[in-house]
């Protein structure tokens, strides 16, 4: 049967004249000729055994099946050019091998990327592709929907930055492993790392480029699942979300990063849940030091908006800044003065482990507005100046609650601090060694610390600045040092030890007091005592 003739069936073995199975000579000429002939519909297969050696891009441009276990080798010709590139929708590439063993790409110029997607509705499955600066590419050229890459190996992608110790901006538009620039698209099963020794940008990265939008698109830069898939090496971030909405990552597994776990940026109503992050960078890891990354396992970034952090496992084996950071930036486009923080960002039942690697802060917030941290247990290692468990800056309408909270000592940290106006909800955490256990300075929303267990900490609570109707009460204190410091006036206080002899500042009449053998009661705003015999 001649090469470019269909089986009774549909299938087209890629063989025949021009076509070497052993690679010895390149067939790029004769295997697109095949492909060009081949009818609408037609399964083109690569066979077992087979090694077919290539200088150029190949185009599928009619709806073609590409499969079976043989290996697609690039040699040449694609140093700025993708090694597939698909235009036609419906097109599918199963079980190949596409392999470029001689690391071709640039740092300039156009990518060089294992396939390259133009178009709508493209299945990539089971597809090994190895030494490429990308893997898959979903091209921003349209909005382009319904892409589905699964149980993909995606092997050794080459990073271009400058890795260790460089102040180069380089690598920041290339190095990943699957990229998708469109919407309602499917990411699961894949396994992918970067390349040892380099400096690689994202190992799955879903972004949303309004420019390149259609109108009036029934789901623009929306509607991604990024599920269960494993992600290694010296990515900077291992999976990221970027200016997309309604997206999923859950049930991934991510270690090797240098900035980032898991990041979502700009981003609206998503869910990063049920992730495991095995955090392992060296304190010498600072690749892409010129953008100053906070380093750490997760990132929600700038104006993220309704995102939820859920169920995930953080284990620090190496160096972080913090463990889950919700982190402000000036605002793009010329505004370098108005800081924004994400809003409605919730934080729950999450876990972070020590495993002999350094984190000085659980979660910190920046600016974040109507943030929520429950129910998450928190081990950091000793922390310096604002730091410890759960770390608020400027953010407004905070409640943390049912956390647990554990540090490494009295001498430094806090286990909750706050500084900044807006109301403040701390409940019913449990907070053991910290300098301080609870803090929230200069509130001016009111201030609510009930129900709370602080335990082997230097001092229990600190108030300091925090003005508004407020209420201090229920709180368990076991410390070394004063149970409630810098407490101020129109605060409600019920409390089993406050202040020690000195006589309390602030509350409202008919609140009680007993502490050090004394029994201090508030008649009409004015403090009275009563020696406990």
Same mark, same amino acid.
């Given at each position: 049967?001649?090469?470019?003739?269909?089986?009774?069936?549909? #299938?087209?073995?890629? /063989?025949?004249?021009?076509?070497?199975?052993?690679?010895?000579?390149?067939?790029?000429?004769?295997?697109?000729?095949?492909?060009? *002939?081949?009818?609408?519909?037609?399964?083109?297969?690569?066979?077992?055994?087979?090694?077919?050696?290539?200088? *150029?891009?190949?185009?599928?441009? @009619?709806?073609?099946?590409?499969?079976?276990?043989?290996?697609?080798? +690039?040699?040449?010709?694609?140093?700025?050019?993708?090694?597939?590139?698909?235009?036609?929708?419906?097109? &599918?590439?199963?079980?190949?091998?596409? #392999?470029?063993?001689?690391?071709?790409?640039?740092?300039?110029?156009?990518?060089?990327?294992?396939?390259?997607?133009?178009?709508?509705?493209?299945?990539?499955?089971?597809?090994?592709?190895?030494?490429?600066?990308?893997?898959?590419?979903?091209?921003?050229? =349209?909005?382009?929907?319904?892409?589905?890459?699964?149980?993909?190996?995606?092997?050794?992608?080459?990073?271009?930055?400058?890795?260790?110790?460089? &102040?180069?901006?380089?690598?920041?538009?290339?190095?990943?492993?699957? &990229?998708? +620039?469109?919407?309602?698209?499917?990411?699961?099963?894949?396994?992918?790392?970067?390349?040892?020794?380099?400096?690689?940008?994202?190992?799955?990265?879903?972004?949303?480029?309004?420019?390149?939008? %259609?109108?009036?698109?029934?789901?623009?830069?929306?509607?991604?699942?990024?599920?269960?898939?494993?992600?290694?090496?010296?990515?900077?971030?291992?999976?990221?979300?970027? /200016?997309?909405?309604?997206?999923?990552?859950?049930?991934?597994?991510? &270690?090797?990063?240098?900035?980032?776990?898991?990041?979502?940026?700009?981003? @609206?109503?998503?869910?990063?849940?049920?992730?495991?992050?095995?955090?392992?960078? /060296?304190?010498?890891?600072?690749?892409?030091?010129?953008?100053? !990354?906070?380093?750490?396992?997760?990132?929600?970034?700038?104006?993220?908006?309704?995102?939820?952090?859920?169920?995930? %496992?953080?284990?620090? @084996?190496?160096?972080?800044?913090?463990?889950?950071? $919700?982190?402000?930036?000036?605002? !793009?486009? =010329?505004?370098?003065?108005?800081?924004?923080?994400? #809003?409605?960002?919730?934080?729950?039942?999450?876990?972070?482990?020590?495993?002999?690697?350094?984190?000085?802060?659980?979660?910190? $917030?920046?600016?974040?507005? @109507? !943030?929520?941290?429950?129910?998450?247990?928190?081990?950091?290692?000793?922390?310096?100046?604002?730091?410890?468990?759960?770390?608020?800056?400027?953010?407004?309408?905070?409640?943390?609650?049912?956390?647990?909270?554990?540090?490494?000592?009295?001498?430094?940290?806090?286990?909750v601090q706050h500084q900044g106006a807006g109301a403040v909800q701390v409940t019913g955490n449990r907070v053991e060694g910290f300098r301080?256990?609870?803090?929230?300075?200069?509130?001016?929303?009111?201030?609510?610390?009930?129900?709370? #267990?602080?335990?082997?900490?230097?001092?229990?609570?600190?108030?300091?600045?925090?003005?508004?109707?407020?209420?201090?009460?229920?709180?368990?204190?076991?410390?070394?040092?004063? *149970?409630?410091?810098?407490?101020? !006036?129109?605060?409600?206080?019920?409390?089993?030890?406050?202040?020690?002899?000195?006589?309390?500042?602030?509350?409202?009449?008919?609140?009680?007091?007993?502490?050090?053998? $004394?029994?201090?009661?508030?008649?009409?705003?004015?403090?009275?005592?009563?020696?406990?015999?």
């Amino acid at each position: 049967m001649p090469a470019t003739q269909a089986a009774s069936d549909g #299938t087209i073995v890629l /063989a025949g004249d021009g076509i070497d199975p052993t690679g010895a000579t390149v067939s790029t000429t004769a295997v697109q000729t095949l492909l060009s *002939a081949a009818p609408d519909g037609s399964t083109i297969i690569v066979p077992g055994g087979a090694v077919i050696a290539l200088d *150029a891009t190949l185009l599928l441009d @009619r709806r073609l099946a590409l499969r079976g276990s043989g290996e697609l080798r +690039w040699t040449a010709g694609i140093t700025n050019a993708p090694a597939i590139r698909i235009t036609a929708p419906g097109s &599918t590439v199963r079980e190949v091998h596409l #392999t470029n063993p001689n690391h071709l790409g640039s740092a300039t110029g156009a990518r060089n990327i294992g396939i390259d997607i133009r178009t709508s509705d493209v299945i990539v499955d089971g597809v090994r592709i190895v030494g490429f600066q990308n893997g898959v590419v979903n091209e921003p050229t =349209g909005e382009f929907e319904g892409v589905i890459v699964t149980n993909c190996h995606i092997v050794d992608i080459v990073g271009v930055g400058g890795g260790r110790g460089s &102040t180069s901006r380089a690598g920041e538009d290339r190095g990943d492993g699957i &990229t998708i +620039w469109g919407a309602r698209a499917l990411v699961s099963g894949n396994v992918v790392n970067a390349l040892a020794g380099t400096d690689a940008r994202i190992g799955i990265h879903a972004e949303g480029l309004s420019d390149y939008e %259609v109108d009036p698109g029934l789901y623009p830069d929306a509607m991604f699942s990024i599920n269960d898939n494993v992600v290694s090496g010296p990515f900077r971030r291992g999976i990221a979300l970027e /200016a997309v909405s309604h997206a999923t990552v859950s049930g991934n597994t991510v &270690t090797g990063n240098t900035w980032w776990g898991i990041a979502a940026i700009d981003t @609206r109503s998503t869910g990063i849940s049920n992730n495991t992050v095995r955090w392992t960078r /060296a304190a010498e890891d600072d690749q892409g030091s010129v953008w100053s !990354p906070s380093r750490g396992p997760i990132m929600v970034y700038r104006s993220a908006e309704a995102t939820v952090v859920d169920g995930n %496992v953080l284990e620090i @084996r190496g160096v972080a800044s913090a463990a889950i950071r $919700l982190q402000d930036a000036t605002m !793009p486009s =010329g505004d370098t003065t108005t800081p924004v923080g994400s #809003t409605d960002t919730v934080i729950t039942d999450n876990v972070v482990r020590l495993a002999g690697g350094t984190c000085p802060s659980g979660v910190v $917030l920046q600016r974040a507005i @109507r !943030p929520l941290v429950v129910g998450n247990r928190l081990s950091v290692t000793t922390p310096s100046g604002t730091a410890g468990g759960v770390v608020s800056y400027l953010s407004s309408d905070l409640v943390v609650a049912d956390n647990s909270l554990l540090g490494a000592g009295e001498a430094s940290g806090y286990g909750v601090q706050h500084q900044g106006a807006g109301a403040v909800q701390v409940t019913g955490n449990r907070v053991e060694g910290f300098r301080i256990g609870l803090a929230v300075t200069n509130s001016t929303g009111g201030v609510t610390i009930v129900g709370n #267990t602080v335990l082997a900490c230097a001092t229990g609570i600190d108030t300091y600045g925090s003005t508004g109707r407020s209420m201090v009460a229920a709180n368990r204190v076991s410390v070394s040092g004063t *149970a409630h410091i810098n407490a101020q !006036p129109a605060t409600s206080y019920v409390t089993t030890r406050h202040m020690g002899t000195a006589r309390p500042a602030g509350g409202g009449s008919g609140d009680l007091l007993v502490g050090n053998g $004394l029994l201090w009661v508030n008649d009409q705003g004015t403090w009275r005592s009563v020696k406990v015999t």
